[in-house]
Nanobody, 121 residues
Framework: QVQLVESGGDLVQAGGSLRLSCAAS????????MGWYRQAPGKQRELVAT???????NYADSVKDRFTISRDYVKNTIYLQMNSLKPEDSAVYYC???????????????WGQGTQVTVSS
């Protein structure tokens, strides 16, 4: 089994910054892609940013130039640096990881429990 634990969510004023962390633990052979998603009340979960095992990144248009995803391969942890936050960034932010638990197994997608980010105007 694999666990993803997010942290760093908080209440912040518009224009402020936050840094989210997500640490993966458990039976891990290799982690492929990792990423951040978010879900606001009444809306579908949406992609925020992803990072591949090779370090390639992808961002939603709404967060480009404001958010930065990074990865610590030793700690099996990803981060999301969020700058110039807007009220529309308010949501529960979820971490996801595609994890192989052994060399013979295919990747399995795991999700964290989510961390709340609230941006006040």
């Amino acid at each position: 089994q694999v666990q993803l634990v997010e942290s760093g969510g908080d209440l912040v004023q518009a224009g402020g910054s936050l840094r989210l962390s997500c640490a993966a633990s458990g039976t891990i052979f290799r982690i492929n892609d990792m990423g951040w998603y978010r879900q606001a009340p009444g809306k579908q979960r949406e992609l925020v940013a992803t990072i591949t095992n090779g370090g390639n990144t992808n961002y939603a248009d709404s967060v480009k130039d404001r958010f930065t995803i990074s990865r610590d391969y030793v700690k099996n942890t990803i981060y999301l640096q969020m700058n110039s936050l807007k009220p529309e960034d308010s949501a529960v932010y979820y971490c996801a990881a595609d994890v192989r638990s052994s060399w013979s197994q295919r990747g399995v997608l795991y999700w964290g429990q989510g961390t709340q980010v609230t941006v006040s105007s």
